[in-house]
Each structure stands twice: as structure tokens, then as C-alpha cells.
């Protein structure tokens, strides 16, 4: 089983985005014309701020003790069945695993999260953590500095490789999503730029009871000018604490 948007690694984004421009082209031509739904962003951390675990690697996506921030969600019902998987669990934290899953139009990721390790694509490049069939089944726009062809896989997942920034990533997410939501998968890096550039609608952050003592921090690098958040739900499940804000 591989981890899903939620769920997937989230190493920090370390890219830049000058130069090269692989834009979406305009997928949606036939759409019509939508209200915009929410960027959003959903969220594992561990109680000392870690959203992975120290030393990241190809093998080890969540770090030294990063799985342990996705207990919560692995068991249900909801996790499993978008995973292939039969049985699991329901409980308080099943409304929120369905709300973030559901009404997702496309999806923002950064490099790392993607995988593959830094530097220009190889020969026979990286295809993401999650097998032949991810997850996402929507447009998927990655955050790169090195350019490389569009990865359409199966299930209805095509995996963008944008150059040209964060705006321009969530201007073409949103393009594709239409009236559905963006969301935002990670890694921390990734976040902390749309956090910093005060972009996101809608942070859920899943608090685990559990310390990392270093890793990758959700809160770090956000600049002078702090994002201004409003809490609008809180709610106790069984092995984690949801929250939800809304961006101020």
C-alpha cells in the first residue's frame, strides 16, 4: 500500500523555479466556466511541529519515525478503499479523511515529495512512490526547477512538471480543478511557500501525540510578514486531534 495525498512523504521542496516553462496546456479547453473551489492544504505533524521525520531518503520517504504521524488514517475505511483496499475502520476522524479526498480537482506536490532526488531528471527518471496507479486520479503539478515531459500514468493521474513558480502551479491547478478544490500534498518546503505567500484557503492539521525531535517543520521559513489564520473546527479522534483554518 502507498501513501496517498495526505499520507505521502513530505520532504521540503528545495527547488528553484527560474528559467524553463512545461506549462499545463490547458487541459480543460472544454470546460466551462466554474467558481473557484478552495486551495487547501491537509496535513499530519507531530506534537513538536515535524511533518516528517530526520533523515529522508528514497527508502524511507516519512524519515525516522514519520509513519507513526499516519496511524491515524491507515486503518479506516475511507484511506483503504481509495487504496484498493477491503474492511477498515469508521470513526470521528472518518469525516475528515472523506473531506480530503473528496472534491479534488487536481493536486500541487513539491519535487521531493514527488521523489526521485535532486538535480536534473536521469535517463529512466523517477515515477513518484506510488506505483503504476496513484492515488490522485486528477491532474498532479510538481514543483521542479529541472524541466521534463508530462508522466501520464493509470487511473486518470498525469503528473505536470511546472518550472515557472508556486503561482503559476496554482494558477494551472486551478484551471484544471475548475469548481473542485486544489489541494495541496506537500512536502514542508512546498507549504511554507504557499503559507508564506498567503495563498491557501484552508489548513487541516492533524496533530499526533508523538515527538520526531527534528525533521522537516510545517511552520518554519514564513517570512516577516507571518500568515494570519482563523480557527474554525477542532475535533478529538481516536490517536490524533484534527484542527481546520480558514486564512484570516
Known amino acids: 500500500m502507498r501513501w496517498g495525498p495526505l499520507w505521502a512523504p513530505t520532504h521540503a521542496c528545495n527547488d528553484d523555479f527560474s528559467g524553463f516553462t512545461e506549462s499545463y496546456e490547458h487541459v480543460s479547453h472544454s470546460r466551462k466556466e466554474h467558481a473557484m473551489g478552495r486551495f487547501k492544504l491537509s496535513i499530519s505533524m507531530s506534537l513538536d511541529g515535524y511533518v ?9 520517504g516519512l524519515g525516522i519515525g514519520g509513519e507513526q504521524l499516519h496511524e491515524w488514517v491507515v486503518p479506516l475505511k475511507a484511506f483503504r478503499e481509495r487504496h484498493g483496499e477491503e474492511g477498515g475502520e469508521v470513526n470521528a476522524s ?9 472534491n479534488v480537482g487536481a493536486t500541487i506536490m513539491g519535487r ?13 527518471p523517477w515515477k513518484g512512490w ?19 515531459e508530462p508522466l501520464e500514468m493509470q487511473g486518470g493521474t498525469t503528473f505536470y512538471f511546472v518550472t515557472d513558480g508556486i503561482e503559476s502551479a496554482l ?11 486544489v489541494s495541496l500534498g506537500g512536502g514542508a518546503g512546498a507549504a ?7 495563498l491557501l484557503d484552508e489548513i487541516l492539521v492533524s496533530t499526533v501525540p508523538v515527538f520526531l525531535g527534528s525533521g522537516a517543520r510545517l511552520f518554519d521559513n514564513l517570512g516577516d510578514a507571518m ?11 481516536p490517536g490524533v486531534t484534527h484542527v481546520r483554518y480558514l486564512r484570516a
Open 112 to 124: 521531493n515529495m514527488f521523489g526521485g532526488g535532486p538535480g536534473p531528471w536521469d535517463d529512466d
Open 94 to 102: 472518518t469525516p475528515i479523511a472523506e473531506g480530503i479526498l473528496g
Open 171 to 181: 494558477e494551472q491547478a486551478r484551471a484544471a480543478a475548475g469548481d473542485q478544490d
Open 52 to 60: 516528517a521525520g530526520p533523515n529522508q531518503s528514497e527508502k524511507d
Open 130 to 148: 506510488w506505483g503504476d496507479n496513484p492515488p490522485y486520479h486528477t491532474p498532479v503539478f510538481v514543483l521542479t526547477h529541472h524541466p521534463r
Open 192 to 198: 511554507q511557500q504557499y503559507l508564506a505567500a498567503g
Open 227 to 237: 500568515p494570519k489564520l482563523e480557527q474554525v473546527e477542532a475535533i478529538e479522534a
